[in-house]
């Protein structure tokens, strides 16, 4: 049986797991898209609840968003709401607007807003363009505990950033999703376009982090990408 509303924004109010609450907050959302702008206002109107409110005023204006490619990057370029921004740079990617890739990337790099950050690398992630390799690569140095920015690297072709990525990989080894996203990045690797020096100095340091570790599933994890390079 699914929650209520009620329910949804009590988890909000009293749960102490961030994952729950998050949950929560996006089935709130999902719930509150099906209802018209009328019972909207309603809820805005004689609410005491500021998650109540604040998630109804954001669906609201979801609804009422015009999302073409001038619409949603006049959102990217004006609006002081990061939530806004970011939804409009992750819709900019699902409509596969070609042209918004360098308003992303500039967004991407310019921006010290995380939730901003991580709509802009959705948005490129969904784009699928080679120009986003660089830059995105720049945002992971930047912010390397950003699993979000390495996400967006899957559909790109990482060969060129292949070091790189397992040196990520063997810093980050006890991180799953960090390594899960990068592990996918090098398995779309041609190993053939690695340089052979290169491909032999990443086992070295692959296989001296795996003697290092003392963590089981960060062993698991580099023995796993020692096993996918080695020939």
């Known amino acids: 049986m699914e929650p209520s509303i009620d329910q949804l924004l009590e988890t909000i109010r009293a749960c102490s797991s961030r994952i729950k609450v ?3 907050k996006a089935l709130l959302e999902q719930k509150l898209l099906e209802e018209s702008e009328e019972t909207l206002l309603v809820r805005i109107r004689n609410s005491s609840d500021n998650n109540e409110i604040e998630t109804a005023k954001h669906v609201l204006w979801r609804k009422r968003l015009d999302d073409s490619l001038d619409g949603l990057l006049q959102v990217v370029s004006t609006s002081q709401n990061d939530l806004e921004i970011r939804e409009a740079a992750i819709l900019l990617g699902d409509k596969g607007y070609v042209e918004a890739v360098q308003p992303l990337i500039r967004l991407l790099i310019s921006s010290r807003s995380e939730t901003v950050r991580d709509g802009a690398a959705l948005g490129l992630r969904e784009l699928a363009d080679q120009r986003a390799l660089r830059p995105l690569m720049h945002a992971i140095r930047e912010h390397p505990e950003d699993s979000t920015l ?3 690297l899957e559909n790109l072709n990482c060969h060129e950033v292949f070091e790189d990525l397992s040196q990520l990989f063997v810093s980050k080894a006890e991180d799953p999703m960090i390594c899960s996203s990068v592990y996918a990045c090098i398995e779309g690797i041609q ?17 001296e982090a795996i003697y290092r570790t003392e963590n089981d599933e960060a062993s698991e994890r580099l023995e796993r990408l020692m096993d996918l390079i080695s020939p």
């Open 22 to 24: 998050a949950s929560a």
């Open 150 to 152: 390495v996400y967006a």
């Open 191 to 207: 190993l053939a376009s690695v340089p052979a020096y290169v491909l032999e100095n990443c086992r070295h340091y692959i296989q």
